[in-house]
């Protein structure tokens, strides 16, 4: 009798697996559809911020499906956007969140299906990587050419000495004006930070952001 339960078990684990095999292969290719078309999306709403217009009004036929657009591929990749620190307006990812969730499809676009209409994977994702030094050291980059340039472009601008205030705990002191603009003497600073910890850092898979290692 045990004998037998357990061939019934492993039966239907088999025949599980076969029928998920066989969802992935039948709706793949409208798995994907769906998810390059909420990618175009943003895609299409970045390029209007490339203008030399900064105040642009988007179509209504983008404006109508870009939230559902975020909301899509932030539950779809577990990689949430820079909505959050964004000073000038809600709802704006950044062009590296649209890089990231164009690598994440790259990735694990074969193993897309629909269950019930919605997208979703086979097993478990493979997520987006990256060189915490070189983020770090990016986004340092970002900040002093902005200052440079005297151009804030947000949300990167914004995302980039949010990102740097919160890691390396190097607080704003000047707060006369709405906008963040760090001191020589803070971009300095921030560059030691790096200096003095860059062997804690690491690339934090499940939060797709930075680590700090705690010393021991």
Known sequence: MVIYNEKC??????????CYAQKVESTNKEAKNIYKKHLSIIDQYLDLFETKDTIVKIDDHIAKGFDSAITFLEKTTAIESDIFSSFDRLYEPSKENYKDWKAWYKLNRKELFLDSGEVKIKGKAIPVKKNPLKYYRNKLKLVKKSIKR????DPEYSDAIYF????????N?????????????????FK?????NKNKLFWDIEHHAIGLRKSN
Do not use: C, T
């Not at 078990?9 to 076969?18: E, K, N, Q, V, W």
């Not at 030691?192 to 003095?196: F, G, M, R, V």
């Open 173 to 189: 002191n000047n707060h006369q004006y709405e906008l963040d603009v760090p001191s020589q003497k803070e971009l300095l600073l």
């Open 192 to 196: 030691i930070w790096l200096k003095e």
């Open 150 to 153: 005297k151009l804030f472009a």
């Open 164 to 171: 740097l205030r919160v890691h390396s705990g190097i607080e």
């Open 9 to 18: 078990i492993y039966l239907a684990i088999l025949f599980s697996s076969y």
